[in-house]
């Protein structure tokens, strides 16, 4: 390739993947800074995590590792109970049947898969509005966390953290029942 074609193709490259264009045509901008980080990282656990859920056999929900530990449907509803349990404590409302839920009752409300993941599709929508609806004046704001002030930014982490944490719980238990996360299957280009 002459070093012409080369320069070319790179600044193709490199103009393609400014954020202007990383939009969808017509979509607004995300935010910037520490909340634009956090939904790019959001999305990418996320996805991971809706994957794995579906790619376990339905007759693996209840499984668990031994007596008294989560089962892999109650990690998953365990996942989406934090993200509405952590955006409450910063005052965000929950939607009025997930507000109206007996947390006592939160990770065993279904074993079954597809009902798991609309209540994770609706989980995550609610913590990427939530992220978008927060200015970064609030991210400052702090609130009572289990005896700690703490600020909003961090609460926020730790819902990340929180989602990361039983992910790899999940790809524990995923792979103990034979199942290979979708993202390492051999060919698999992500």
Not at 4 to 18: G, I, K, P
Not at 129 to 139: G, I, K, P, R, W
């Amino acid at each position: 390739m002459s070093s012409r074609r080369l320069a070319s193709v790179l600044c193709l490259a490199v103009t393609l993947s400014t954020p202007a264009f990383a939009q969808d045509a017509g979509s607004a901008p995300g935010p910037s800074g520490f909340r634009g980080d956090y939904l790019k990282g959001l999305a990418y656990v996320e996805q991971e995590i809706m994957s794995l859920e579906q790619a376990m056999p339905q007759a693996k929900m209840t499984w668990r590792p031994a007596k008294g530990v989560r089962s892999v449907a109650e990690v998953y509803l365990h996942i989406a109970g934090g993200i509405y349990f952590i955006a409450g404590q910063m005052g965000r409302e929950a939607p009025a049947d997930v507000k109206g839920m007996d947390p006592k009752q939160w990770d065993t409300q279904t074993t079954k898969k597809d009902e798991i993941k609309a209540i994770l599709t609706k989980a995550f929508a609610f913590l990427h509005q939530t992220v978008q609806d927060t200015s970064d004046a609030d991210l400052e704001k702090t609130h009572n966390f289990f005896g700690n002030t703490i600020n909003e930014r961090s609460l926020f982490m730790i819902t990340y953290g929180h989602c990361w944490e039983h992910l790899g719980q999940s790809i524990a238990y995923a792979r103990m029942n034979g199942v290979v996360p979708p993202w390492s299957k051999p060919g698999n280009k992500d």
